[in-house]
């Protein structure tokens, strides 16, 4: 058990719901996304060797949210994220990483269509209101490591960015990337009242009725044949 392991299993489940991370985390029951205070890392895990710059992150906001990516029951990386601010450090991800990379369907097999987004909520949310076969690229465009994992999982994407500046240059070149590497690249018309897949936990939170038309507007641009997403 790596020490990234050891850390997540001793930090708490999520319970409470006052963000949309501790919402997704505890409504839906999402295993891969803890929580954790100064004192338990300074205490309880005294004695694993975590990085002084977790250490630091972690006291300086005193709780923070663990949102762990899990592939064959061993954490490979974890995003550690404040509570009440945007601020967010990582541990073992980078740019050869995807998040979500563990949680595929278990019968997906190459050629599967892959949803690809920008961030870890945009995947989960992706996961419950649309498919798990989606990975979090964790920035705005993939990377040329990214592409060769890609290319050992399938042939064809569907790119969900951000619905922003930098979202639609990174569907540019991503499709420019992928297109090279003889993997085929699918858009959709994105709803204007979001900014990513990651806002309708925002409006599940507050029970907002516009959820239903903004899912249904996505999905009404893919099909489902044999219980596999295809593009139309």
């Not at 991800?93 to 998040?99: D, E, I, M, R, V």
Request: proline letters at 1%.
């Amino acid at each position: 058990m790596n020490v990234k392991t050891q850390l997540f299993k001793m930090a708490r489940p999520i319970t409470t719901s006052n963000n949309k991370y501790e919402y997704i985390a505890s409504y839906y029951g999402l295993s891969n996304y803890r929580i954790i205070s100064s004192g338990e890392i300074n205490i309880r895990c005294k004695d694993l060797e975590i990085p002084y710059y977790i250490r630091d992150f972690v006291n300086q906001h005193n709780e923070v949210i663990l949102i762990a990516n899990i592939v064959a029951n061993e954490v490979i990386g974890i995003i550690f994220r404040a509570i009440n601010e945007k601020a967010f450090i990582n541990w073992g991800l980078n740019k050869g990483n995807f998040y979500g990379i563990g949680q595929l369907e278990r019968d997906f097999k190459f050629g599967d269509l892959i949803v690809l987004v920008e961030g870890t909520i945009d995947r989960d949310s992706c996961s419950i209101f649309i498919t798990k076969n989606c990975l979090s690229v964790l920035t705005s465009a993939v990377s040329k490591s990214q592409v060769q994992v890609l290319q050992c999982l399938t042939n064809k994407v569907l790119l969900i960015l951000d619905n922003d500046e930098a979202g639609k240059n990174g569907e540019v070149l991503t499709k420019r990337r992928l297109n090279q590497y003889g993997i085929t690249c699918y858009t959709i018309n994105k709803s204007d009242l979001i900014k990513d897949l990651g806002d309708l936990i925002d409006l599940k939170r507050r029970s907002d009725s516009r959820i239903n038309f903004i899912i249904n507007s996505y999905r009404a641009q893919v099909q489902i044949h044999g219980g596999k997403l295809v593009c139309i």
